[in-house]
């Protein structure tokens, strides 16, 4: 019984000790290795300022070309969104941004999701790294009770999430294998064509969202101007327009473009449709 014992207790230590082993080593890569999403880029962004950025979902991902804007005007800056990035996503990829860079201009593509006011379980895993800083985990705390267990229990969240965050991340990371936006400054250009004609229908509840409020105090307080637009859906339907009363520096490019070919799916326009909606952009913020 006591040589079970002991073999038990040795065990226990060994696991206990891979554990903080395996927490300190995957934390130090995502806090020190090459950027492998958009948050470990801003966090280590190297530069200390910048223009403007870009932040969003993928409908800002694949849509703004910060390369075709800086062609045009000169105006260096970066695509810092991210697919299934929403309002609690954009306040925290927002602090992130104004705690790391000086900055002049953030623009929030903001669209049917303005309502949403829960982390999208997709959208955290860029985070979940990063629990153990208290201005992380303090976004995150009053949302799930399963955040606390993966602050408090070393290497938890690893495991949790070890086909998003796991080994094969870390190791690229360490080996310095950089992700495809770094190409295009983050902009991510996508093909295909847009095949059902069918009318993309959503209507917004009237009211504010407190993330929202969260942006636009953190920006007033470091005096960064900040403008609120929804990027062009085919054949949409819907009051997005309540949006106007709620955010200031608001456009609506809902029906800017229309066109079937520019499209590919009735939500994101394909690289020739992105080109020509940075053009607007362009035209609407930079040169005027």
């Known amino acids: 019984m006591k040589r079970f014992i002991i073999y038990v207790t040795i065990l226990i230590v060994i696991v206990v000790s ?14 020190h290795g090459s950027p492998r999403n958009k948050v470990m880029w801003v966090r280590d962004i190297g530069t200390d300022s910048l223009d403007y950025v870009v932040i969003g979902n993928s409908r800002s991902n694949y849509h703004i070309n910060p390369v075709l804007i800086e062609r045009e005007t ?7 969104a991210y697919v299934n990035s929403y309002p609690f996503e954009l306040k925290l990829m927002t602090l992130e941004v104004l705690k790391n860079i000086k900055v002049r201009k953030i ?3 903001v669209d049917y999701t303005y309502n949403m006011e829960i982390p999208d379980k997709m959208a955290q895993f860029p985070w979940i790294p990063y629990l153990k800083e208290k201005s992380i985990y303090s976004q995150y705390e009053n949302q799930d009770s399963q955040y606390k267990f993966f602050r408090w229990i070393p290497f938890y969240r690893y495991q949790y ?12 990371s360490m080996l310095g294998k950089k992700p495809n936006f770094y190409e295009n400054q983050g902009f991510k250009p996508i093909h295909g064509e847009l095949q059902k004609l069918d009318v993309f229908e959503h ?9 929202f409020a ?8 470091l005096n960064t101007e900040v403008y609120f637009f929804t990027a062009p859906i085919f054949q949409f339907k819907g009051n997005l327009d309540i949006m106007e009363r709620w955010l200031p520096n608001y456009n609506n490019y809902t029906e800017l473009i229309q066109e079937r ?25 930079f040169t005027k």
Do not use: M, W
């Open 203 to 211: 209507y917004l509840i009237e009211k504010e969202n407190i993330f």
């Open 214 to 221: 969260d942006i636009l105090d953190a920006c007033s307080n």
């Open 18 to 31: 891979l554990q903080y082993l395996g927490e300190y080593t995957y934390t130090y890569v995502y806090n």
């Open 107 to 109: 623009f929030i593509q």
């Open 261 to 285: 070919s520019l499209f590919s799916d009735p939500v994101h326009l394909k690289e020739e449709g992105a080109n020509l909606f940075t053009h607007q952009f362009i035209e609407d913020y």
């Open 161 to 172: 999430y070890e086909s998003e965050l796991g080994f094969r991340n870390v190791v690229l």
């Open 74 to 80: 000169g105006e260096k800056g970066l695509n810092l």
